[in-house]
């Protein structure tokens, strides 16, 4: 049993650290079977802090210590005191040299945090507070030393060793070992520490900044993915040269370093000149990667080279302001992408994220404001809501001031507090103050959580040519914050008028003119906008590009959405409004079939669909994006209290008969869309797979054996992971035997590699039908599942447990049973991952009483164990609601 909760700790109580830590040396004795690890340390204590005789307080844990030596003199053991989390020296001088000399067993590290093996080789990964795994050390952000590293380890089974900075010093020692020293003249916390040795091939190519400055450029796979690394280097020189031409951002070091990893927690770490990454954003080749996997990899390695200044070089002064550095450089990267493919369907892709998980995230026991009161575990804290939530308050800034004043806040930011340690109020004030601009009341999406809603009314009066709109804006309770101030909103919007024409909006009082696409500050809880002079009744496009992270609630028929769907100057609005339109007939048909009624789309709705299927003026990724239906954790959103069965039932029906209505259509879009030539990664190529893959899934949705036979054919011809992938989910949608077949081809031409491997996992996983869990149970016995392996556990598990609502949600509760026992099986050997599969429980009241008590009853067996800070702090939340 549990014998104490972890410690809650709160934003208010920060205090700043009694000591600095000026100069970092460490030197790492890499072994077998430990590694012994002496930091030299140049200590002083904080002036800004009133405390002159305060201890030293140094973090540490699963450390074995050796030796405490102050100013050259080796302490005795009665003169400090050690616990399971702490090293205390009383008595110290105002000035010193600490020496620490400890031992750690990095073989035995499967939390994946601190120094570990992956694959034979070592690596770090110390974000947030992995450090104190290391050595003992003041492991918080705020305390920036300049870092001095050595690496010792075997010349033959690590030849390559790598810290942060530049490298200074190499040699061979007598002993059949070899050292490298690297230094890096930034002064960074110890978050950003990185270390990395093994056997490993090195990918190199350069960059000339803007300056004239050359810049060597390394990426470090294992030998056997040597020839995976074109594409991520090309993303490292695009990235590089998009922040010097956007923020006027040049890389500072002589080299910079990526290192693809298989297993690592995270997507990817931003180490000073060293990034460790996930395999899975670095590696890619045509036959073993899709066009997703390839935008993604470009993607995060535009997001952690971005660290170097949002985050590295302007860092967060505590853990609460995490998203001062992941929400700005999330936003950065989103901008990016944005201008590497198409804007639009960037937009799409990045708002459907949003709202089905950081609405979800809002609207349950964990939500949190995008700058967090208060934590338990700050691991937990690594979430939609701090990265994805805090791109759009970015955004807001951006659309608030205009791009050029965003960038005149940018720069002040880096002048003010280059090499500082500071927060969220930082940021703010520099973007206000560059442009002379109020922003008090707009600090409140830092500090109150909830998705705000915005209310529209209009009247229209056909005599005067006056159109208003009455707007009101009001947010939800959220645990600790029942009743919330107003929000500074900027609701872009334009008005359609019956041609299909943007209108121009003239507020009353306003001279001659008027923009036809206009930003509106909502400010207070109800306020009123009248315009004049318009020709007729307009259609309001409310909250053009989505900017601002609301939900919008308008009075919208069906006809008024086709009219928007077809004629909205916004591509995103035209987008939403199909969303809106489709998510209007899936909820009367969920409606349906809890009332058994029969099903049937209307004529209209069809008829929308198979207008954007046939129009060829639409690029075909942002036809793809329109014509997928929403998905069931959209829906699920929509309803008090969610019926995953009746849900699943009427998308599907919904699917197949869009499939049949509309077969021919289909066709030809899956015969009119193949690529020409081998396989190119550009957005209209990956555009034109999109496509016909989405047109393939629907054909394979018919109940003839017709789609089967051509996804069938595709699976087998396919000359790229991307048309490999489309159709082996497509044959996963039926029951036909090519799917058993293609399943047991495509793990025997894969099984050696290991990240196309989690996709034919991640396939079975997320099969919505009744034989799947005994199907996950069997693959969790397969010789290729590994729990130690985070990539693998979120195909297989994670793939079940949230991308497959009616397993999970199996209403005789087998599907919470599995959950909860892989759940107490990961904590013991990875806490961060199994916190992240444990949120599947936080909004169990969502459900009905019979699935309630059975999520409540895994809920409390998994706190009757002794669990892990990063699990308990979600189980407690999730049962107090």
């Not at 020296?89 to 570990?116: C, S």
């Not at 992408?337 to 804007?343: D, K, N, R, Y």
């Not at 959220?478 to 919007?493: A, N, V, Y």
């Not at 077809?566 to 009367?588: K, Q």
Request: include cysteine; charged fraction near 25%.
């Amino acid at each position: 049993m549990k014998e104490a909760s972890p410690r809650t700790i709160y934003l208010k109580d920060y205090q700043p650290s009694d000591f600095l830590i000026e100069r970092t040396e460490l030197r790492f004795e890499l072994g077998e079977e430990s590694t012994r690890v002496t930091a030299r340390l140049q200590l002083r204590r904080n002036p800004a802090t009133a405390s002159a005789d305060a201890p030293l307080v140094l973090d540490g844990e699963d450390l074995e210590l050796h030796a405490v030596r102050i100013d050259g003199r080796e302490m005795q053991a009665q003169e400090w005191l050690q616990d399971a989390n702490s090293l205390t020296l009383a008595g110290v001088p105002d000035a010193f040299e600490l020496e620490i000399d400890n031992r750690i067993k990095p073989q035995e590290n499967t939390r994946l945090e601190g120094l570990y093996k992956s694959s034979g080789n070592f690596c770090t990964q110390c974000e947030a507070e992995g450090f104190r795994r290391i050595t003992y050390y003041l492991d918080r952000p705020d305390v920036l030393s300049v870092f001095t590293t050595t690496v010792v380890a075997d010349a033959t089974e690590y030849p390559v060793l790598l810290s942060n900075g530049n490298p200074v010093d190499t040699g061979r020692l007598d002993d059949g070992r070899h050292y490298a020293t690297w230094h890096d003249p930034f002064p960074k916390p110890s978050y950003l520490f990185a270390l990395v040795a093994g056997r490993l091939a090195c990918h190199s190519d350069r960059f000339i900044t803007a300056s004239g400055r050359e810049v060597e450029l390394r990426i470090y796979v294992e030998a056997h993915n040597a020839d995976k690394c074109a594409h991520a280097m090309e993303s490292v020189k695009k990235a590089m040269r998009w922040d010097e031409t956007r923020f006027g951002l040049e890389y500072d070091l002589d080299i910079y370093m990526i290192v693809a990893v298989d297993d690592f927690n995270m997507g990817a770490m931003e180490n000073k000149g060293l990034n460790v990454f996930n395999s899975q954003y670095v590696l890619a080749r045509p036959d073993t990667a899709t066009d997703d996997n390839y935008e993604h990899i470009e993607g995060v390695i535009a997001h952690e080279y971005f660290h170097n200044w949002t985050g590295n070089r302007v860092t967060c002064r505590d853990w609460f302001q995490l998203s001062l550095k992941e929400g700005l450089t999330v936003f950065r990267d989103q901008s990016f992408t944005a201008e590497m493919t198409s804007g639009t369907v960037k937009r799409i892709a990045d708002v459907r994220r949003l709202r089905t998980h950081q609405f979800a995230e809002d609207a349950s026991p964990m939500a949190h404001p995008v700058r967090p009161p208060s934590y338990m575990e700050i691991n937990n804290f690594y979430t939609v809501t701090v990265y994805e939530k805090g791109a759009e308050v970015v955004r807001m800034y951006e659309t608030l001031l205009g791009r050029d004043g965003f960038r005149r806040g940018m720069d002040l930011y880096f002048e003010r507090h280059d090499g500082q340690a500071v927060t969220t109020d930082d940021f703010l004030a520099a973007m206000a103050d560059a442009n002379g601009a109020d922003l008090e009341q707009f600090r409140r999406w830092y500090d109150q959580a909830g998705t705000p809603v915005v209310t529209v009314e209009d009247t229209w009066e056909p005599e005067s040519g006056r159109y208003t709109l009455r707007l009101s804006q009001s947010c939800p309770p959220t645990p600790g914050q029942p009743e919330k101030l107003p929000f500074l909103i900027p609701l872009r919007m334009g008005l359609v008028g019956p041609d299909g024409v943007d209108l121009p909006m003239r507020l009353e009082g306003e001279g001659d003119g008027g923009a036809t696409d206009r930003v509106f500050r909502l400010t207070e809880p109800e306020q009123t906008l009248c315009f004049t002079g318009l020709p007729a009744r307009p259609v309001p496009s409310l909250n053009r590009g989505f900017s601002a992270p609301v939900r919008v609630t308008f009075d919208y028929t069906p006809t008024l959405l086709a009219f928007l769907a077809a004629h909205d100057g916004d591509p995103f609005n035209r987008w939403d409004a199909g969303e809106r339109l489709a998510l209007t007939v899936l909820l009367d048909l969920v409606e349906d079939v809890r009332a058994g009624r029969e099903l049937a789309l209307p004529a209209g709705f069809v008829e929308a669909f198979a207008a954007v299927l046939s129009d060829t003026r639409l690029e075909p990724n942002l036809r793809a994006d329109m014509l997928v239906l929403p998905g069931e954790a959209w829906l699920a959103e929509q309803f008090e209290t969610v019926d995953p069965d009746a849900i699943h039932a009427a998308r599907e029906y919904a699917r197949r008969a869009l499939a049949t209505e509309l077969e021919a259509q289909w066709l030809a879009a899956y015969h009119g869309h193949t690529p020409e030539g081998g396989y190119r990664y550009t957005p209209e190529e990956a555009g034109r797979r999109a496509l016909r893959n989405l047109a393939l899934s629907y054909l394979a949705a018919l109940d003839s054996p017709a789609g089967a036979r051509l996804a069938e054919t595709q699976f087998r011809e396919a000359d790229n992971m991307t048309d490999t992938m489309g159709a082996l989910g497509a044959l996963m949608l039926t029951d036909d035997p090519a799917r058993g077949l293609a399943l047991a081809a495509f793990y025997e031409r894969w099984q050696d590699d290991s990240l196309v491997l989690n996709k034919w996992f991640g396939l079975q996983a997320v099969r919505q039908h009744p034989d799947t869990l005994a199907e996950v149970e069997r693959l969790l016995a397969h010789p290729a599942f590994s729990l130690g392996n985070p990539n693998r556990v979120y195909a297989l598990l994670g793939g079940f447990m949230m991308g497959n609502p009616t397993g999970f949600h199996a209403a005789d509760g087998s599907g919470y049973r599995f959950a909860a026992d892989q759940v107490l099986a990961l904590d013991a050997r990875n806490p961060q991952v199994a916190a992240r599969l444990v949120k599947v429980f936080s909004r169990w009241r969502r459900f009905d009483t019979e699935r309630q008590a059975l999520m409540r009853t895994e809920l409390e067996r998994l706190k009757g164990h002794d669990l892990s800070p990063d699990v308990y702090e979600i189980v407690s939340k999730s049962l107090e609601g």
